[in-house]
């Protein structure tokens, strides 16, 4: 007995098909559009149906076919009687003049050969012939360029009706050739009452809070939510309680979810990662939590942008009450902000090692940013900061003063101190008109006083000055540059100098780079100090000892201090005399 049991009983996807157009579930476009070109003998010779997964596609190619065959009426109609024997056939898949392909497995060229030599061919018992190939995009470029000339001029008793779920993947000349329908998602309302229904019919008791967790894992799906359902009357044994459904999918307690939610956005890390191993310990998955708590953050921002837009969100009285006081308190950077941690945090926690580990560090990183200021408050407040009066603006900072001169600065030992880059002092804006650039090689300078290395490189070697002005560069290529040069050069220097500037690549530059400058200058200098008297001396003292570098031992040295004579002293004892006094 329970083995007879076993093989009559049907899953509810399956029981519960649509038998008529009347019955599909929130596709009533679809329904309008064929209605219409039925009753009034408008029907085209093929058919493309898209969409998602579970909303109907193959049952509306086989409604089509019922429709287009039903003997119990003159001609096409779209209430198939449901009972005569090519609508019984084709709801079996057995009837010989409707013909089901799979195109995932069925992808050749031979295989659409088929389907050419078999449309010559009169139907047997039904009015229309008619082709359905499932997932179509699957088929091969030679089999869809096969199947064009039979598609755009196919016989009068031969309709083609292709189910697909990418649709950009079917080549537009098959495109043009059909009539497209696209299925839509069911809402959330809609779902729901057709799953209550069939609870209802079941006679299961599964709590509104059940239907609406499955509603929400099925993403409208007809399917998937009536697979959901199967699965949780069984789970339950016919009363299905909100608790059930969440431990089947393994899902987080809504509220506790939202609580977690608030304490990120408070700052509370103590409270979220307990939060979060609560409901670790309970079965729930951190990858899922994660998925919810970037749900929640859409939800704020949707309350946020749009404080009545809260009935599409599929929530009840209690969560829109609390999602919009937290609406209310969050900012947009903090909300968008947290959508993209939460986004990259779970790949990050599908690729670890430990899930739970890597969702308690996304839950510390956006804990300890949930209270840092945003980049407008952060510009307004600078803006609004007085200047330093230590420094007026448009001078540069004043140089160390020197120590003191007297006995005690004699006997102490100074360091020389470096000369100071007036471009490092300075903030990277507003720079003084007397320190902007005037030319090429004062701009790798900047470069290379900011440890710029590869774009300072890129400037000395690789390009060749063709103009210079305030603001606008102008430089050839020579060589091979990064691929971002010129807009990181721009970039940089509005940084630095507070002002835009314009980079342009441009052909027919004859100045040498910089490097090439530099060794020109160094060779002249070795040129010139080779014809100095004391280093030909030099070098006639030591033998093949050649000239390398020339440097200018006076350039930034201080002047000499002038000679003071100081009034003798009667008090002053002298450190030396002379023989005799």
Known sequence: MTEKLHQDYRVLARKYRPSTFGELVGQEALVRTLTNAIEGGRLAHAFILTGTRGIGKTTTARLIARALNCMGADGPTISPCGTCDNCVSIAQSRHVDVLEMDAASRTGVDDVREIIDGVRYAPVAARYKVYIIDE???????????????????????????????IRKVPVTVLSRCQRFDLRRVEG?????????????EGAEVEPGAIALIVRASEGSVRDGLSLLDQAIAHSGGKASETDVRDMLGLADRSRVIDLFDALMKGEIQAALDLLRDQYDQGAD????????????????????????????????VEQQRLSAMAQKLSMPVLGRTWQMLLKGITESRMAPSPVAAAEMILVRIAYSSDLPNPADLVREISARPPNPAVP???????????????????????????????????????????????????????AARKEGLL????????????????????????????????????HLREWTGRPWEIHLVPGGTEPTLAERAATSEQL???????????????????????TDVRDLTAGAPDPEPLVEEEPDDKMIPMSRKAGE
């Open 525 to 547: 200098a070795r040129e010139q100090a080779g014809r100095d008297p004391l280093v030909q001396k030099a070098l006639e003292i030591f033998p093949g000892a050649k000239i």
């Open 136 to 166: 179509v995009h699957m088929l091969s470029r030679n089999a869809f360029n096969a199947l064009l000339k039979t598609l755009e001029e196919p016989p009068d008793h031969v309709i083609f009706v292709f189910a697909t779920t990418e």
């Open 456 to 491: 300072y490189a890129a400037i000395m070697n690789n390009v060749r000055q063709v103009s210079f002005q305030a603001g606008r560069i102008e430089v050839s290529v020579e060589g091979r540059i990064p691929k971002d040069f010129a807009p990181n050069v721009t970039r």
């Open 286 to 317: 951190p990858v899922v939590v994660l998925q919810d708590l970037l749900e929640l953050s859409h939800n704020v921002t949707r309350l946020k942008v749009v404080p009545d837009g809260g009935g599409d969100l599929a929530l009840s009285d």
């Open 189 to 201: 309302d809609v779902l729901s009452n057709h799953l209550s229904e069939i609870a209802l019919k």
């Open 393 to 447: 603006q448009g001078t540069s900072p004043a140089l160390p003063t020197p120590p003191p001169a007297g006995p005690s600065a004699q006997m102490t030992e100074t360091k020389p101190v470096p000369p100071t880059d007036p471009l490092a002092t300075l903030p990277d804006a507003n720079l003084p008109e007397d320190l902007m650039p005037g030319d090429l090689m004062a701009v790798a300078e900047m470069f």
